[in-house]
């Protein structure tokens, strides 16, 4: 496994997001180890690799889905890893952001809905508004009322892009945000994670078109 760090991993107590001597293994199968790469605020960082060299499973390591078996990852100099399931839960909820492959939406719900569940932390009188932007930018506007089912994958990868605008979470996890997507569009969300990225917060994702690289064998 050969990797290149954006930023040479630096001490920990920086802010940023940093990725040390990490190791993950099912069974006796090393995926990877001794992986560091450090991410610097408004960093967006590629990582590529083979099929089943393990990018998914390192992004559920950050997003605090999975455990690493070794090694650890650090915000803003506080360990993250091995926190627990409540404070682990916290986390996911006040700094995370996912844009997944499934986009994790709730089926039955209308758009309005599924964004409202990620604006926890914004004032109610505030939610609508910030809502019909979000819809603006991604090309749904005025369509809050539509259950996801209706929607096509395009359009419900792009109101999984939506809830990331309204949360504005400091770090986005992003696996394969593109791949529904025509290339219109998946430029829409590229340059959304960059816009992202730019005022405030922290960006690995898996996307060929990148502005670093971190490679997994
Ligand atoms: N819970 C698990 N138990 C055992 N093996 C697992 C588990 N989760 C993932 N793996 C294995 O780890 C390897 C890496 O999987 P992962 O999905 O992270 O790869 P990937 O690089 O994202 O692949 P792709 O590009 O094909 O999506 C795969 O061989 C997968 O089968």
């Not at 949360?167 to 025509?182: F, M, Q, R, V």
Request: proline share 5%; with cysteine; net charge positive.
């Amino acid at each position: 496994m050969k990797h290149q760090t954006p930023q040479q991993a630096g001490p920990a107590s920086t802010k940023g997001l940093h990725i040390i001597s990490l190791e993950k293994r099912f069974g006796q199968r090393v995926l990877w180890s001794q992986l560091s790469v450090s991410i610097r605020p408004s960093e967006m960082v590629a990582i590529t690799g083979p099929s089943g060299s393990g990018k998914s499973t390192l992004l559920n390591c950050i997003g605090l889905l999975e455990e690493p078996s070794a090694g650890s990852i650090e915000v803003d100099g506080k360990t993250i890893t091995h926190m627990g399931a409540h404070r682990s839960r916290l986390f996911r909820r006040n700094r995370l952001g996912y844009l997944f492959q499934d986009y994790a939406l709730i089926d039955e719900a209308n758009i309005e809905d599924n964004l409202t569940v990620a604006m926890q932390a914004t004032q109610r009188s505030k939610r609508k508004h910030l809502i019909g932007q979000a819809l603006e930018r991604v090309g749904l506007e005025g369509r809050q009322k539509e259950p996801i089912y209706q929607l096509s994958g395009g359009e419900q990868q792009r109101v999984a892009l939506a809830r990331l605008l309204v949360k504005k979470p400091n770090i986005i996890l992003a696996d394969e945000p593109t791949g529904a997507l025509d290339s219109a569009n998946a430029q829409m969300v590229i340059d959304s994670l960059r816009a992202m990225a730019k005022t405030g917060g922290h960006c690995p994702h898996r996307h060929p078109r990148r502005q670093h690289c971190t490679s997994l064998r």
